[in-house]
């Protein structure tokens, strides 16, 4: 996949020269950086991530009713008009079905 | 007849690189669960749209801005909102709801639900919450594992095998279907809360509604870029399917008609002049605002598995689970295993079920992947997404401003 040829040609000795340029531009960024930038950045990168999910944990940790099948609105749902899960209305609206995408012919 | 990886009118070329910003500095070829980024180091990168699950994970990652992000709803949705005859449905994934704040100066991972229904509702939306479909899957894909379990145990073989993937993630499901299709008998059937959200609100909610299915708009509202394509899917017309054959005559409706990530809801509401932080809690307008911490953790890796076993727990046992949090399935490690023994009261016998939790799709799933073609997969149930952290890191959420994310790469 990466075998494409690129408007330019490079020599295969060692390093390309945009490789030996990009890696000298990095390392003389990493000497104008105090060292301690490196792990605080390394260490906070994920930090959004867990704020997010402990946000929704917070949710559910508060949550009046904590599990699916107590869901008023949901057992309403099926007497109403889904009937019971895995039964022929959810067979027509809640399921599908899936591709073998390597058959596909346009 | 060229090989395609679509189907007729599914979307495509979502995800673009653009070659005049890109430096060629490869930091989105580390989040590529496909490696479907092609371009050596310094050159312009190109995506190939063949393989490209459209997570987005590398427009969140790119730190130049280069990566684009095409087909927005935008404007439809604002026109639909305008139009007296059209009941507008906004459908919030649980990712959504702890993100979009960051979009209006509030902190990150602050939970908003109030205040986005309120902000929704101005817009003239009616609220449709994502996690009341997250419920109504677990009820589906539970009793279908259940179902599966059962005949494993009993030795039938009427059912489909264990282990038993879930389905809510489009790019996962995508990402089965390009590489192992001999492993699609193990996805669970039950459709994603998106597309349950959709055929429910125009088939069910057209009661609940009072209105013309023809005359319901739906917008999902995700933290997602992949669930475009996912709407795009054209077996997904099942309320259309439904309704045409309980007698109504109207012409061909998707389930879903339009898809808006978190951050082209922020745009929306900027455009309305809507400050989702200084607006008014809104608890809703219907039954589909209700929705239990069950579905709410779907946004985070680990969250369907433990509202999953939840309800095992007590469909099995008969008896709630005595504590409710299920530890060994949270947190950010890459492939987490579990065991749970239950009494099964049908079966009169106990059963040990083993589950595995997979994120950061690209980097851990193919081990798991190999030993259940390999048939020697220790686990029953395995849910897998593609972003790493779960939806909450979707590639259609806010991006963090730290502008770190390629830091990853290293």
């Not at chain 1, 999910?53 to 949550?63: P, Q, V």
């Not at chain 2, 580390?30 to 050596?40: E, L, R, V, W």
Request: glycine residues 8%; charged residues 20%.
């Amino acid at each position: 996949m990466n075998n494409k040829p690129y408007l330019f040609a490079e020599s295969r000795f060692l390093l390309s020269r945009r490789k030996f340029i990009a890696l000298g531009g990095a390392f003389v960024a990493a000497l104008a950086l105090p060292v301690g930038w490196f792990s605080q950045k390394l260490m906070q990168r994920n930090d959004y991530i867990k704020a997010r999910s402990k946000g929704l944990y917070r949710d559910d940790a508060t949550a009046m009713l904590r599990v699916s099948h107590a869901n008023p609105a949901v057992e309403k749902y099926y007497r109403d008009f889904g009937g019971e899960p895995l039964g022929h209305v959810s067979h027509e609206l809640l399921h599908t079905h899936f591709i073998d995408r390597t058959r596909l012919k346009s | 007849m060229t090989a395609t990886t679509l189907q007729p009118n599914e979307m495509t070329g979502l995800i673009t690189i653009d070659a005049a910003r890109c430096k060629g500095c490869d930091a989105c070829k580390k989040f590529c669960p496909t490696g479907a980024i092609d371009g050596a180091s310094g050159a312009a990168h190109s995506i190939d749209q063949s393989q490209c699950l459209s997570c987005g994970q590398c427009l969140m990652a790119c730190p130049f801005g280069a990566i684009n992000e095409n087909h927005s709803a935008l404007e439809t949705v604002i026109q639909k909102l305008a139009d007296k005859n059209t009941t507008v449905v906004g459908i919030i994934a649980p990712a959504v709801r702890v993100a979009i704040g960051e979009e209006f100066g509030l902190g990150a991972g602050e939970l908003v639900t109030g205040k986005l229904y309120g902000a929704m509702h101005r817009a003239g939306f009616k609220i449709f919450d994502c996690n009341f479909a997250a419920d109504l899957t677990i009820m589906e894909e539970g009793s279908e594992f259940i179902h599966r379990l059962h005949a494993l145990v009993k030795g039938e073989d009427n059912a489909g095998p264990l282990p038993q993937f879930t389905s809510c993630c489009p790019g996962w499901v995508r990402y089965l279907e390009l590489r192992y299709p001999s492993l699609l008998p193990h996805l669970s059937t039950a459709k994603s809360p998106q597309q349950m959200a959709g055929a429910v609100a125009k088939t069910y909610g057209a009661n609940v509604y009072d209105m013309e299915p023809k005359n319901i708009f739906t917008v999902a509202v995700m933290p997602c870029t992949a669930k475009k394509v996912e709407a795009s899917r054209p077996e997904f017309n099942s309320a259309w399917q439904y309704n045409k054959a309980h007698g109504d005559h109207a012409a061909e409706y998707a389930d879903m008609d339009a898809v808006l990530t978190t951050r082209e809801m922020a745009q929306l509401l900027r455009l309305l002049d809507i400050d989702l932080a200084t607006t008014d809690e809104y608890r809703g307008d219907s039954l589909f605002s209700q929705y239990t911490g069950a579905g709410t953790i779907f946004g985070t890796t680990g969250g369907v598995m433990e509202a999953a076993l939840r309800t095992a727990h007590k469909v099995l046992t008969g008896d709630e689970m005595p504590r409710l949090e299920f530890e060994p399935v949270r947190g950010l490690e890459g492939v987490k295993a579990a065991s749970i023994t239950l009494y099964d009261r049908a079966l009169s016998q106990n059963v040990d079920i083993h589950v595995a939790v997979v994120h950061d799709m690209g980097h851990n799933i193919e081990p798991v992947l190999q030993e259940v073609l390999a048939g020697i997969s220790p686990y029953h149930f395995i849910e897998v997404m593609n972003c790493a952290g779960g939806c909450v890191n979707g590639g259609g959420q806010p991006i963090d401003p730290s502008g770190s994310s390629w830091l990853a790469a290293l």
